[in-house]
Every structure is written in structure tokens, then in C-alpha cells.
């Protein structure tokens, strides 16, 4: 705006200074009008000329030469004055020269100003701008910066929940450890009372190796004085070693049956008998005995019922296999009719396979190279009924439930209680019976 006033102030300064190069009153004689009219003229201030170039108007004045008519004054007279009036002329266009020269340096000055406030204005333009777009960036950081403090605000939570379970699993830990060393010092103690039991093993085992030794030296001793040559001696020792493979067996039974029997054990009791001096007293034999035949009790029932619940499976499976039947309690299936019938009183040559329901093998008289031959009636129902079914030398597979087999005491050590049977029947020959 002050840009504007400026430019409008400076025409009407010059307007004003062109007014006054004219006075109202100057009288209009023939120099005057030549001096105000000359617009080229050397002699003439250049602000006469400047001045109507500034308003785009022609120059008013124009060189007009006296009329005759015109009375002559007289020369030295005019002369004077028109000197006077020169001279004050000169001076006021001298003075308004001046004027006007300090007025264009003003308007220099105006307009460097100008330049220097547009710059500035520029300058200040692109500064807004900066500001502008740092505030944008501002304004950016602040949202990133809420994010962030939103992230840490989430990120505080997680940890303070990450911090809960860390305590959690440190009193955890704490209370593992603490239980895990009750259960190291339990175990220290069991370790120790097994070292003492060791121990006493080992101490019994030495005294039994001793026993046995003193015990095979005498047997030794006894053997150079007995004479198996002789008949009664002969005797005497199949006696021993019947004594001996009923023991045998008794220890294998009982094992099979789960009852683990220590061997040197039972043959140090045995040695201690013929020498009679027991090492234990009857009332901790009868213990001992009272124990050993509970064990055995749990594990033949346990042994029974598992052995019961397998068989009826295997024979649910069996029944539903195509020819089976069901007669005289038991399951038959025909793998080979053979030819001709047998009549009940008709000799019947046969092989037979003992097998548990898991294919362990009891008996197999084929491998053997040995026959079972008897009249068909004579034979048990749960066989008969099957063979009556088959011709001579037909086969046959028959699946016997356990309460017409071995029952609930099986046959130790090979057959648990409870047990389903299988067997695989082929009639070698038929003897026909004579009429």
C-alpha cells in the first residue's frame, strides 16, 4: 500500500513544481514566452521538458514573434528588467532543480526500498512456506508420536504381563526346586537303605558261595563213596533227581506265574535241610511263604482276568469267520473234510498243534513225530464233536474256551490262567473198527 502512495506522490510533486515555473502574474513579453516555450533548448532546465513528458503532454508554449503594432519601449529600460526577472528566474529554477534532484534521489531511494521490501516479501513467502511445511512435519511427529506412546503404553502392558508371569514362573521354579530337593534327599535316603540292603546281599551271597562250596565238596566227598553200579544207589539218585526237576519246575512255574525266586537261595534252604541247620526260624518262614503266596495270588488274577478278556475277543473274531460252528461249548471250523466217514467206534489216528490265541506254540506232536490214536468216542466231547465232522484225513481248527481247557489254574509255566486254547487237528488215519 505504501508502495502505491509513493508512486502517486512523486507526478504530483512534479506537477506542483511545473505550476510554479509559470507564475500568474509574470508579465508576457517576447523572452519569456521563448523561455517558456523552448522545450529544446540547452539553455533550458531539463525539468520543463521532464515535466510535461511525465503528464504525456505536448508542450503548451510556442515561439511567436511580437506584432507590429507593438510599441517599442525603450531598450535599456526593458533590458533591465527583463535581466531582473532573468536573474530571479534563474534562481528559482536553480532552487527547483536542486528540488527536483533531491526529490529523484528520494525516489531512488523509494524504489531500492521497494525492491528491498519485495525481496523480503519474497523472502518472508518462502520462510511461511518452510514454516509451513516444518509444521506439517510437526504435525506428522505428533501423530507418530501419539503412535508411539501408544505402542508404549501397549508395550508397558505387555511387559507388565510378561513381568506377572515371571514372577509366576519363578515361584514355580522356586517351588520345583524346593520339592526337588525333598525328592533328592527321599532318594539319598533310599539310595542309602539299598546300599545297606546290598550289602547285606552281598554278605548273604558270600556266605551262600561259601555254603555251596562247602556244600559241593561234600557231594564230591559223597559221590567218590556212592557206587551208582549199585542198585539201590540208583535208586537213591533218580529219586534226587526226580526231587530235583520237581524243584526245578516249581521255580520255573512260579516265575512264569511272576514271582521271582532267587535260586541260590532255594538251594541254600535245601542244603540247610539235609544238614539240619536252618538259618531261618519258622515264624519267619511262614512269613515269608505268606508273602511269596499273596504275590502270587495278585498275579494270577491279574494274569486270569487279562488272559479272559483277550480270549473272548479272539473268539468273537473267530466266530465270525465263514464254517464256523458252535457245538459242545467250543468253536470248529473244517480246513480239510478228507474222505469216508468215522463212525464212533472207528480208531482215529491223529496230530494235534497247542497254541494261545498270541500263536506262542505249546505243543506240536507233528514236529514231534508223534500220534495220539484212540476210538472216537473215547475222545473228550470238545474233540470228538469237532472230528465227527471230518472224514479220514481231514483237518480241523478248534477253539476251546478256558473253562473247558486249562481253567483258572492253567498250566504253569507255559499256560496262564484264563487262557482261550487253539488247536489244529488232522486225522493221520482212520482204523476202521472189525465187523
Same mark, same amino acid.
Given at each position: 500500500m505504501k508502495r502505491h502512495s509513493l508512486i502517486?506522490?512523486?507526478?504530483?510533486?512534479?506537477?506542483?513544481?511545473?505550476?510554479?515555473?509559470?507564475?500568474?502574474?509574470?508579465?508576457?513579453?517576447?523572452?519569456?514566452?521563448?523561455?517558456?516555450?523552448?522545450?529544446?533548448?540547452?539553455?533550458?532546465?531539463?525539468?520543463?521538458n521532464y515535466a510535461q513528458q511525465e503528464q504525456g503532454k505536448p508542450s503548451s508554449g510556442s515561439v511567436q514573434v511580437a506584432p507590429k503594432t507593438q510599441?517599442?519601449?525603450?531598450?535599456?529600460?526593458?533590458?533591465?528588467?527583463?535581466?531582473?526577472?532573468?536573474?530571479?528566474?534563474?534562481?528559482?529554477?536553480?532552487?527547483?532543480?536542486?528540488?527536483?534532484?533531491?526529490l529523484q534521489m528520494q525516489l531512488a531511494d523509494k524504489n531500492a526500498q521497494e525492491e528491498t521490501f519485495s525481496q523480503k516479501e519474497e523472502e518472508l513467502t518462502t520462510q511461511i512456506k518452510a514454516l509451513q511445511t516444518q509444521l506439517g512435519a510437526q504435525k506428522l511427529q505428533n501423530t507418530e508420536l501419539a503412535d508411539v506412546q501408544k505402542q508404549s503404553a501397549l508395550l508397558e502392558a505387555?511387559?507388565?504381563?510378561?513381568?506377572?508371569?515371571?514372577?509366576?514362573?519363578?515361584?514355580?521354579?522356586?517351588?520345583?526346586?524346593?520339592?526337588?530337593?525333598?525328592?533328592?534327599?527321599? =532318594?539319598?535316603? #533310599?539310595?542309602?537303605?539299598?546300599?545297606?540292603? !546290598?550289602?547285606? @546281599? &552281598?554278605?548273604?551271597?558270600? %556266605? +551262600?558261595?561259601?555254603?555251596?562250596s562247602q556244600f559241593k565238596d561234600e557231594a564230591a566227598k559223597k559221590s567218590a563213596v556212592v557206587d551208582l553200579k549199585l542198585v539201590p544207589q540208583q535208586q537213591a539218585y533218580s529219586i534226587g533227581v526226580s526231587l530235583g526237576n520237581d524243584v526245578l519246575q516249581e521255580l520255573n512255574t512260579r516265575e512264569a506265574q511272576g514271582v521271582k525266586v532267587d535260586r541260590d537261595a532255594a538251594l541254600l534252604g535245601i542244603s540247610d535241610v539235609f544238614k539240619g541247620t536252618l538259618a531261618l526260624d519258622e515264624g519267619t518262614r511262614n512269613k515269608s511263604l505268606a508273602?511269596?503266596?499273596?504275590?502270587?495270588?495278585?498275579?494270577?488274577?491279574?494274569?486270569?482276568?487279562?488272559?479272559?478278556?483277550?480270549?473272548? =475277543?479272539?473268539? #468273537?473274531?473267530?466266530?465270525?469267520?465263514?464254517? !464256523?460252528?458252535? @457245538? &459242545?461249548?467250543?468253536?470248529? %471250523? +473244517?480246513?480239510?473234510?478228507?474222505?469216508?466217514?468215522?463212525?464212533?467206534?472207528?480208531?482215529?489216528?491223529?496230530?494235534?498243534?497247542?497254541?494261545?490265541?498270541?500263536?506262542?506254540?505249546?505243543?506240536?506232536?507233528?514236529?514231534?513225530?508223534?500220534?495220539?490214536?484212540?476210538p472216537l468216542s473215547a475222545y473228550p466231547p470238545i474233540f470228538s464233536g469237532p472230528l465227527k465232522r471230518l472224514g479220514n484225513h481231514g483237518s480241523i481248527t478248534v477253539v476251546v474256551p478256558p473253562d473247558l481247557a486249562y481253567g483258572s489254574k492253567g498250566l504253569p509255566p507255559k499256560i496262564p490262567p484264563g487262557a482261550t486254547m487253539t488247536y489244529s487237528i488232522r486225522v493221520v488215519d482212520v482204523i476202521k473198527k472189525t465187523k
Amino acid at each position: 500500500m505504501k508502495r502505491h502512495s509513493l508512486i502517486l506522490h512523486v507526478p504530483l510533486a512534479i506537477t506542483f513544481l511545473y505550476g510554479l515555473s509559470h507564475p500568474a502574474n509574470a508579465e508576457e513579453d517576447p523572452l519569456a514566452v521563448i523561455t517558456a516555450s523552448s522545450n529544446f533548448d540547452n539553455s533550458v532546465p531539463a525539468i520543463l521538458n521532464y515535466a510535461q513528458q511525465e503528464q504525456g503532454k505536448p508542450s503548451s508554449g510556442s515561439v511567436q514573434v511580437a506584432p507590429k503594432t507593438q510599441k517599442r519601449v525603450q531598450a535599456s529600460d526593458k533590458k533591465s528588467s527583463l535581466d531582473t526577472k532573468y536573474s530571479q528566474q534563474q534562481g528559482w529554477l536553480t532552487q527547483k532543480d536542486a528540488t527536483i534532484r533531491q526529490l529523484q534521489m528520494q525516489l531512488a531511494d523509494k524504489n531500492a526500498q521497494e525492491e528491498t521490501f519485495s525481496q523480503k516479501e519474497e523472502e518472508l513467502t518462502t520462510q511461511i512456506k518452510a514454516l509451513q511445511t516444518q509444521l506439517g512435519a510437526q504435525k506428522l511427529q505428533n501423530t507418530e508420536l501419539a503412535d508411539v506412546q501408544k505402542q508404549s503404553a501397549l508395550l508397558e502392558a505387555q511387559l507388565k504381563e510378561k513381568g506377572t508371569q515371571l514372577e509366576t514362573l519363578t515361584q514355580k521354579l522356586n517351588d520345583n526346586q524346593q520339592q526337588h530337593s525333598t525328592q533328592v534327599s527321599t =532318594l539319598q535316603e #533310599q539310595l542309602n537303605q539299598e546300599s545297606l540292603a !546290598v550289602k547285606a @546281599k &552281598e554278605a548273604e551271597l558270600a %556266605k +551262600i558261595t561259601s555254603d555251596f562250596s562247602q556244600f559241593k565238596d561234600e557231594a564230591a566227598k559223597k559221590s567218590a563213596v556212592v557206587d551208582l553200579k549199585l542198585v539201590p544207589q540208583q535208586q537213591a539218585y533218580s529219586i534226587g533227581v526226580s526231587l530235583g526237576n520237581d524243584v526245578l519246575q516249581e521255580l520255573n512255574t512260579r516265575e512264569a506265574q511272576g514271582v521271582k525266586v532267587d535260586r541260590d537261595a532255594a538251594l541254600l534252604g535245601i542244603s540247610d535241610v539235609f544238614k539240619g541247620t536252618l538259618a531261618l526260624d519258622e515264624g519267619t518262614r511262614n512269613k515269608s511263604l505268606a508273602a511269596a503266596s499273596q504275590a502270587l495270588y495278585e498275579n494270577l488274577s491279574k494274569a486270569e482276568s487279562q488272559s479272559i478278556k483277550e480270549g473272548k =475277543l479272539y473268539q #468273537q473274531k473267530f466266530a465270525k469267520q465263514k464254517g !464256523v460252528e458252535f @457245538k &459242545e461249548g467250543v468253536y470248529s %471250523k +473244517i480246513d480239510y473234510a478228507g474222505q469216508e466217514a468215522i463212525e464212533p467206534e472207528d480208531t482215529v489216528v491223529i496230530v494235534m498243534k497247542e497254541t494261545l490265541t498270541d500263536g506262542t506254540v505249546i505243543t506240536d506232536m507233528d514236529a514231534a513225530g508223534k500220534v495220539w490214536s484212540q476210538p472216537l468216542s473215547a475222545y473228550p466231547p470238545i474233540f470228538s464233536g469237532p472230528l465227527k465232522r471230518l472224514g479220514n484225513h481231514g483237518s480241523i481248527t478248534v477253539v476251546v474256551p478256558p473253562d473247558l481247557a486249562y481253567g483258572s489254574k492253567g498250566l504253569p509255566p507255559k499256560i496262564p490262567p484264563g487262557a482261550t486254547m487253539t488247536y489244529s487237528i488232522r486225522v493221520v488215519d482212520v482204523i476202521k473198527k472189525t465187523k
